[in-house]
C-alpha cells in the first residue's frame, strides 16, 4: 500500500523558535498534500491543501505568514511553524494522494513548545 | 457552512455489534470516508461510500444515505483492538484537491 512518512516524529523547541516538519510520499507521486492539527481528544483540523509547485490554499483561521507550506516536488511537502508559541503544540498531521480518492496519512509529528 | 456530527464515545462488548453514526451538513457532498484512529497514531482508512447503501468490509460496513445526509458504520465481533476512535470525514463538491472535513470522532471502547 502507499506510504507516507513526516520526520519528525517529536520536536520540542523554544517558544519563539521556528520548526520545520517534513511529509513524503514513499512509493507514490502525490498530486496533493494535505496538513491537519489535532488537539487532544479533538478530531483533525485542515490548514491547508498543497499541490507541487503552486503556493497552499488556506482554510479559514489559519495564518498563512505563521504555517508555511511548500510543496517542492510531488514527494515531498514541507511545514514550518514559524515564531512558535505554546499554544501551538499540537499533533500535526499530513496526508498525501495521487490521482484515486484515497488519502494516505503520516504518522504525525507531536510539537511541544516550551 | 460545514457540519458533521458523531456522538463523543461509544462502549460496547468484546463479541457484539455496534454502529456509529455520522449525520452531515456540508456544501456539496462528493463522498464519505470512514477512519480508525488509534492513540496518537494516524487514521487509517476504513470505507469510503459515495451512492446510497450498504458497503461491506470482513467486519466492517458501512451506509450512506445522502437524502439524509447520514452514515452509520457498523462493526461486528468486537474486538479489544477494534478500542480506537472512528472519523466521519465528508469530501465535499468542487475543485478543493479532495480536501476532506472530518467529524469530531467517537471514541469507542470495547470491554471484556
Redesign the interface.
Known amino acids: 500500500g502507499a506510504v ?1 512518512s513526516q520526520h519528525p516524529s517529536r520536536v520540542i523547541c523554544k517558544s519563539g523558535t521556528s520548526v520545520k516538519i517534513e511529509c513524503r510520499s514513499l512509493d507514490f507521486q502525490a ?2 498534500m ?1 496538513w ?1 492539527r489535532q488537539f487532544p ?6 490548514m491547508a ?1 498543497s ?1 507541487e509547485g503552486s503556493k497552499a ?1 488556506y482554510e479559514q483561521g489559519v495564518e498563512k505568514d505563521k504555517f508555511l507550506i511548500n510543496h517542492a516536488s510531488l514527494t515531498l511537502s514541507t511545514l514550518t511553524v514559524t515564531s512558535a508559541h505554546p499554544e501551538d503544540s499540537s ?1 500535526y ?1 499530513c496526508s498525501a ?1 495521487d490521482i484515486g ?8 509529528t ?1 510539537l511541544t513548545v516550551t | 457552512g460545514q457540519n458533521i456530527d458523531q456522538p463523543t464515545e461509544m462502549t460496547a462488548t468484546e463479541g457484539a455489534i455496534v454502529q456509529i453514526n455520522c449525520t452531515y451538513q456540508t456544501s456539496g457532498f462528493n463522498g464519505l470516508f470512514w477512519y480508525q484512529q488509534h492513540a496518537g497514531e494516524a487514521p487509517t482508512f476504513l470505507s469510503y461510500n459515495v451512492l446510497d447503501g450498504l458497503e461491506e468490509k470482513g467486519r466492517f460496513s458501512s451506509f450512506l444515505s445522502r437524502s439524509k445526509g447520514y452514515s452509520y458504520l457498523l462493526l461486528k465481533e468486537l474486538q479489544m483492538k477494534d478500542s480506537a476512535s472512528y472519523l466521519c470525514a465528508v469530501r465535499p463538491l468542487g475543485n478543493q484537491g479532495g480536501k476532506l472535513i472530518f467529524g469530531q470522532g467517537t471514541e469507542l471502547s470495547v470491554k471484556p
Open positions: 507516507v498530486t496533493t494535505f491537519y481528544k479533538q478530531s483533525l483540523m485542515l491543501t499541490n490554499t499533533f498531521i494522494r480518492i484515497e488519502q494516505y496519512f503520516g504518522p504525525g507531536r
